[in-house]
């Protein structure tokens, strides 16, 4: 199997781990661990770019696997940071995505860095750059919530 399809497959995912946040009541969730408030709209228009960006790592994975793992790469840091760590720091508190990142997003994003390296695509510095991207781009919605609610960017005021 080709890394394109790997990340297809991740993609795909992607898209049951979302599935059971929403379903699950994510955002309810995130608020009562953390009182931090996501509108429906950020949610669903957050969680659609992620789609869309597994496309495009699905659609450049030949030639930029760098690109393309960090999709990959998302996938695990989603999964480590923001519901088995939450899991573990709320003793046990149910996480909504916890399932699919625990039974979908480890195996499937490990997966894909095996396929990588059976393609000869995975080095030190893929590996690297395919993190830090990845983290950067699981960062962005954050960092963007955490500013809406700083005087600056607020509008009208």
Known sequence: MALEQACWIATAAYGAHILEESILDWRAW????????????????ANALVILFGIVCAEVAKSLPIFALSFPALMLINATCFHVASFLWKRGKFSPGLITAVFLFYPIGLWCYKVASDEAALTGRTIAGSLALGALIMSLPILLIKARTIRYFKQGE
């Open 30 to 45: 995130v608020q009562s661990v953390s009182g931090v408030t996501v509108d429906a709209e950020t949610f669903y228009l």
